[in-house]
């Protein structure tokens, strides 16, 4: 429709059915769930206001989207087709690695073709819009749903919000297999005090900016048609109704004019919050915020149009949002084609068809983070192998947010193994059940395994160490369980299962060749798994295709090349940690120990176990001194940082090598280091090559005293190295 058909549109449409399109419901209520009555009937819902709902939250399927379209359509007065939106976070039925494993990779590019198969799989069934990606910055282990971001580092953050946005979108909604993204969830949300989710966000307005606020940017810039508001709040409002950071921040200086959602039931929660003494409040306070769509909370549909009619609230601000949402409707061709990419035979032929195996297997390997290994990976082919640990025979390997990944469609690390005949006379054992006994995982219990007897606990591990002693070797698969991350999932001990560390205290006790492939949706505390294994492989939570791309990896085919996009605690009681900390006044100096009134700890480092940008493979490389082309850089120049690395190692391998930079001195204080590049290289044996980074005034800017990005004048220190460890910066004067 042209942008004159759709005002003619808005100006021809009632009230409430304009009001009907800031609504959106669940999918079941379209599917035949009884809504006049009981708690929904409470919250709002009445079977007129599903009739005009503008969108459906969780169905898909095209058989199912194509049904509920037609009788919705035929019912509506002008026709307006729903939108379908669902939480498509790493994947549709091919489930790649949760975007925190993707992050791994330092491989945004491959990220967005991960998105543009996931778009596809989504779109064929019927899917319009994903809520996806992420773009919380996380410093915080506690915090379950570090597995949805790309980790700590908003310059890594945003190149991943990009490139998830041009992934799911491409060059045009209509086109095939493109869906809008959603960015999310706006703002700040990462930053849940204690780590607690849904808890109180108190971060200053530099903080925010300068470190949490540019990957919603990225995103926004990258033309990502939705934005979801977060559940906490922002300077104590709740970010659903924060008129400040929805329309000047959002809207005004980011030039956001998609579609803003609120998170599911946000705008009631509002009540919750004390911000709104009642939802006509909360109707009155999230709209003139400019929040377009109330995501199941019945409040629009219930009170906006007596404050329209009562004059409370301006038809203008309805028509703005309404605007916004037929304009998105638009975007996507659904005027023209309500069932878009919608189609059952197609479904067939794209859904986990062999082109997207295999790029989540890819993707799965490229993941890995190798934290220890002392010659026990890759395996070699004349020793017996035993596996053993409770994700031996485990399917669950897609994550929390695997809506729609189906557990039938993957192969388990004992099918992998003998699929691929990478270890004929492996032995393989749980060992233990996954989870301890009295594990706190309510709401989950309606799918939790069921517990075994101490008898039969005590037998799998005898069994488990008897194959141990009786093999030369081990590798051992533990971790979290899939349900231990993710939304509502923080944990205040970041530790594997206990039951799990005594299987690996009493394997280790009678092998020496261990090797501890970690499942997890967060960093842990690994320190009595890294003291006791040989060598330590982080899974994370590996998708589809996980298990086979363990054994390409734990066979040799494929070396690990991950680098953590979270830095691995020392403990819990050292987070939040991340590497772009601040020097404060009395910085600690390791070595020097004996400086008391340094900002340490009495009892643990300061340093992470594994810092932000490590990563082993199974070779080595050898990085030279930075070299600069000049010590002194004015605005308009370009300075070039360069290396040389060298393949020292016995194998080929794939190294991320990363630039960072250090302002000395600044108007305000800076981090001691800021991911500012980075490049991943392959070499073989003894090979080397030449990496340089250009660095122009861009590079140099951050947000200064005057709350404006630029650069300032000043010294300033480059790193190049293999991690956030890197040391002997080459220095340049700016200005
Ligand atoms: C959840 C999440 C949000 C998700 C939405 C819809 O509560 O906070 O990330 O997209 O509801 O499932």
């Known amino acids: 429709m042209t942008k004159e058909a759709l005002q003619e549109l808005l100006e021809d449409m009632s009230l409430e059915e304009k009001i009907g399109q800031m609504n959106q419901v669940a999918g079941s209520f379209f599917l035949g769930a009884s809504v006049a009555t009981g708690p929904m009937a409470e919250k709002g819902f009445t079977q007129e206001n599903i009739d005009r709902a503008g969108s459906a939250i969780g169905v898909s399927g095209a058989a199912a989207v194509k049904k509920v379209q037609k009788a919705y359509m035929e019912k509506h007065p002008h026709r307006i087709p729903l939108l379908f939106m669902l939480d498509v976070i790493n994947g549709y039925k091919t489930v790649f690695p949760i975007p925190l494993g993707q992050g791994a990779a330092f491989e945004p590019e491959l990220s967005m073709r991960c998105a543009r198969m996931a778009a596809r799989e989504a779109a064929v069934s019927g899917l319009h819009v994903t809520f996806s990606p992420m773009a919380d910055l996380v410093r915080d282990a506690r915090w379950g749903r570090v597995m949805e971001s790309t980790g700590e580092d908003p310059y890594l953050n945003s190149l991943y919000a990009t490139a998830m946005v041009r992934g799911y979108q491409g060059n045009d909604l209509r086109d095939r297999g493109s869906i809008a993204a959603c960015i999310k969830h706006f703002a700040g949300y990462g930053a849940p005090d204690a780590g607690r989710d849904y808890n109180t966000v108190e971060l200053s307005e530099h903080t925010l900016r300068q470190f949490y606020l540019p990957a919603y940017e990225a995103g926004v810039q990258a033309g990502a048609a939705l934005v979801m508001t977060a559940f906490n709040t922002v300077e104590g409002i709740p970010a659903t109704g924060n008129r400040r950071l929805m329309r000047q921040i959002l809207r005004d200086e980011m030039g956001f004019d998609g579609v803003l959602i609120s998170d599911w039931a946000a705008i009631e929660e509002m009540l919750c919050h004390g911000y709104c003494a009642d939802r006509t409040q909360a109707a009155r306070r999230a709209v003139a915020a400019g929040v377009d769509m109330d995501m199941m909370a019945g409040v629009y549909a219930e009170q906006l149009a007596a404050l329209v009619q009562g004059g409370e609230v301006p038809e203008t601000l309805i028509d703005e949002a309404v605007m916004r949402i037929l304009t998105l409707k638009n975007a996507l061709g659904l005027f023209e084609a309500p069932f878009k990419d919608a189609d059952e035979e197609k479904e067939k032929e794209i859904i986990l068809c062999e082109e997207h195996r295999a790029l989540a297997r890819e993707a799965a390997r490229k993941s890995f983070v190798l934290l220890k290994n002392e010659g026990v990976l890759p395996l070699a082919p004349d020793t017996k192998t035993a596996y053993i640990g409770p994700y031996v025979d485990s399917r669950n390997l897609m994550g929390a947010w695997s809506l729609t990944g189906e557990t039938k469609d993957v192969a388990t690390l004992r099918e992998a193994v003998l699929e691929q005949r990478a270890d004929t006379d492996a032995v393989f054992c749980c060992g233990c059940p996954m989870t301890d006994r009295d594990m706190k995982l309510e709401g989950f219990l309606e799918c939790m395994d069921e517990m075994v007897s101490a008898e039969e606990q005590q037998r799998m ?102 680098k953590l996009p979270m830095s691995f605690p020392y403990c819990a009681g050292q987070v939040p940690v991340h590497y772009n900390e601040y020097p404060t006044g009395r910085p600690h100096v390791p070595g020097k120990d004996k400086d008391r009134f340094r900002s340490k700890y009495l009892d643990i480092p300061n340093a992470p176990l594994y810092p932000f940008g490590f990563g082993l493979t199974y070779t080595s490389f050898r990085v030279s001194p930075v070299r600069l082309d000049r010590d002194h850089m004015a605005k308009d120049d370009v300075l070039t940082a360069s290396v040389t690395v060298r393949n020292t190692g016995p194998a080929e391998g794939t190294e991320t090598i990363q630039l960072y930079i250090h302002d000395v001195a600044a108007s305000v204080v800076r981090p001691i280091k800021e991911l500012k590049g980075f490049c991943k290289v392959t070499l073989q044996p003894g090979e080397q090559k030449d990496i340089c980074f250009p660095i122009t005034e861009r590079e140099l800017r951050f947000l200064t005293e005057n709350g404006r990005w630029e650069s300032e004048p000043g010294a300033f220190e480059v790193f190049i190295g293999t991690s956030s460890l890197a040391d002997m910066p080459a220095r340049f004067v700016y200005g």
Do not use: H, N
Request: proline share 4%; charged share 25%; hydrophobic share 45%.
């Open 461 to 562: 591990m005898d069994e488990a160490v008897e194959a141990a002693k009786a093999c030369g070797r081990v590798v051992m698969l533990l971790g979290e369980d899939r349900r231990q991350s993710g939304e509502a999932a923080s944990s205040a001990g970041i530790q594997i299962p206990g039951i799990q560390q005594e299987l690996l205290d009493r394997v280790c006790a009678v092998c020496d060749q261990v090797a501890v492939v970690l499942f997890s949706g967060r960093p842990l505390d690994i320190r009595r798994i890294a003291e006791k294994a040989q060598a330590v492989l982080l899974a994370w939570m590996p998708g589809t295709e996980g298990a086979r791309a363990l054994v390409d990896v734990l066979s040799g085919r494929y070396a690990p090349s991950g």
